[in-house]
């Protein structure tokens, strides 16, 4: 299926549907014209619903081009899409400094290295919570 320079999926799963990830996807669908799987007429942006992308600490999450966009709410995810028809779109929360576009993604999702697995935040504090916990032996 076509995909946009940008391939922005919403979580709708338990947690981030029950968090707003339903209304952040009606949202992002009315704002571009789009119905689920729809790329905008300038190829710029194409838009699913994910069950699960496993970020649950950060729910609502929006993927863009793989990449986390954390607790979301439907104006941030608009803008998210707006920054990215511009051609400046706002890093994302968590992994590398800057988005690429799906086709420089889509040779990391392929297994080649692009450099950036280092860059921006990685786990952040509520992914390491339970671990941190565990270390000091807290029931908590």
């Given at each position: ?32 014209g ?24 950060y ?7 793989w ?8 104006q ?28 420089q ?13 280092n ?22």
């Open positions: 299926k076509p995909m946009g320079e940008y391939h922005v999926g919403v979580c709708t799963n338990t947690l981030c549907a029950v968090m707003g990830g339903d209304e952040i996807l009606a949202g992002l669908k009315d704002h571009l789009l119905e689920n799987d729809g790329v905008t007429a300038d190829g710029k942006i194409s838009i699913e619903h994910i069950e699960c992308n496993a970020a649950c600490d729910a609502p999450v929006v993927m863009a081009n990449e986390f966009y954390d607790n979301q709410t439907v941030s995810a608009k803008d998210l899409v707006d920054s990215m028809r511009k051609g400046k779109p706002i890093a994302p929360t968590r992994g590398p400094d800057a988005l690429p576009t799906w086709k993604n889509s040779a990391l999702l392929a297994g080649l290295n692009d450099g950036h697995a860059e921006g935040v990685q786990a952040g504090e509520p992914s390491l919570l339970g671990l941190k916990l565990s270390k000091k032996g807290s029931k908590k």
